[in-house]
């Protein structure tokens, strides 16, 4: 009987981590609101120092890329 345990948290295991590793990662646009530079990261910001401007988050960096662009914020910077 001690198999069956093994082998069903072996599959429980193999789960999560696929279910992990396909998590999507999101992109946002920030501002450094001491030096006014825009960059890229991939979490939320969530100090006072660092905010978002973009209007959204983007699926992938080229997109973010591309938003940051069309930000009048940035586009100064």
Same mark, same amino acid.
């Given at each position: 009987? #001690?198999? @069956?345990?093994?082998?069903?948290?072996?599959? %429980? *295991?193999?789960?999560?981590?696929?279910? /992990?590793?396909?998590?999507?990662? &999101?992109?946002?646009? %920030?501002?450094? *609101?001491?030096? @006014?530079?825009?960059?890229?990261?991939?979490?939320?910001?969530?100090? /006072?120092? !660092?905010?978002? %401007? #973009?209007?959204?988050?983007?699926?992938?960096?080229? &997109?973010? &890329?591309?938003?940051?662009?069309? !930000?009048?914020?940035? /586009? /100064?910077?």
């Amino acid at each position: 009987m #001690g198999g @069956k345990y093994l082998i069903a948290a072996a599959l %429980v *295991s193999a789960y999560a981590a696929t279910a /992990s590793a396909q998590a999507t990662t &999101e992109y946002y646009v %920030v501002q450094d *609101s001491a030096t @006014k530079k825009c960059t890229i990261v991939d979490k939320k910001p969530t100090t /006072s120092t !660092i905010v978002q %401007v #973009g209007p959204m988050a983007f699926k992938t960096r080229t &997109e973010a &890329e591309a938003g940051m662009k069309t !930000i009048t914020v940035c /586009s /100064s910077n």
